[in-house]
């Protein structure tokens, strides 16, 4: 007796350019959209916008360089038909006080080390939570996400008695602790997102190799994280830089940043202008330059994170 069995049912056809159903030669969506905002109408609309948002800086940048009786008489777009009126005292003037110089001087000596710090902290625990196993891993991570939640305002008393107990109140030390506290919970969650998409076989691999997770972590992960890093690193920077909340209350005289000097000057706005111009000017130029310096790795991170 023969037992006949049912042949194999014929596979469905497989739709042309593969299983997504996408013809050959057939654009992505992602390629398409790049296709459109390469157009000469899309580039002249994002010159015309970023003319418009550089118009302030401009602005700033023109009022600082004319006295105070030409800014209360008149708007800084007149001093561009009459640029001969330009000039710059102001910025003589500024940088010959001391305690300008000297604030923006403690400016620096707080967002370089709290950005650092962050930056240098949060690679190395982004890195252990990512990859590393030890006990309550998940749970610490729970913990430093659920600091996210903490509002700045709510830690200012407490941190506050702390510092005055430690002696670290008024210092520039307590300033740049405070901003390293609450800029390394966002820090750690951002690398930590950003290392757990390194492919395993990568690590895999250096292991097999004989490196060590410190190897592993100085030339393989760094050089992989470098887009989001530095995008950490900008905003840090462009944070603590601009802060004045935090240095009003923990910076003391001689630590106050440009922030603090430039508020204690402001009488009436129009009585010192010629102050308070250049000194906003001279805060704003610097982290303009750290953006534009940085900004091929900033974009890196921001279309990598896209893609993922």
Avoid: C
Avoid at 77 to 84: E, Q
Avoid at 85 to 111: H, K, M, R
Avoid at 222 to 235: D, E, H, K, N, T
Wanted: proline content about 7%; overall charge neutral; glycine content about 10%.
């Amino acid at each position: 007796m023969t037992v006949q069995t049912a042949a194999p049912r014929p596979a469905p056809p497989t739709p042309p350019g593969g299983p997504a159903g996408r013809a050959p030669g057939r654009p992505s969506p992602a390629a398409r959209l790049v296709a459109v905002l390469r157009g000469g109408l899309v580039q002249v609309l994002l010159t015309v916008v970023a003319l418009v948002w550089l118009t302030p800086t401009a602005g700033l940048f023109v009022s600082s360089l004319r006295d105070a009786d030409d800014n209360a008489g008149s708007g800084w777009w007149s001093a561009l038909v009459h640029p001969g009126s330009l000039t710059f005292d102001n910025y003589s003037a500024i940088l010959g006080d001391s305690g300008i110089t000297q604030a923006f001087w403690n400016t620096v000596l707080i967002s370089v080390p709290a950005t650092a710090a962050v930056v240098v902290l949060a690679a190395l625990a982004g890195y252990a939570f990512a990859w590393l196993e030890f006990p309550g891993r998940d749970w610490v991570f729970l913990v430093v996400v659920g600091m996210l939640v903490v509002p700045v305002q709510i830690g200012l008393l407490p941190v506050a008695r702390l510092f005055g107990a430690v002696g670290l109140f008024g210092t520039t030390a307590g300033v740049v602790l405070f901003h390293v506290a609450y800029g390394l919970p966002f820090a750690i969650f951002l690398l930590r997102n950003y290392f757990a998409e390194i492919p395993r076989e990568m690590l895999e691999a250096a292991r097999m190799d004989g490196g060590s997770e410190w190897t592993i972590f100085r030339k393989l992960v760094l050089p992989v994280g470098r887009p989001a890093i530095a995008s950490l690193a900008i905003f840090q920077f462009l944070w603590v830089w601009n802060d004045m909340l935090v240095a009003l209350i923990f910076a003391g005289s001689d630590a106050q940043p440009l922030t603090v000097a430039l508020q204690s000057q402001m009488r009436q706005f129009g009585a010192n202008i010629d102050v308070l111009a250049p000194g906003a000017f001279l805060s704003l130029i610097v982290p303009l330059a750290v953006f534009f310096a940085f900004q091929r790795h900033f974009v890196e991170g921001v279309m990598a994170g896209s893609v993922k």
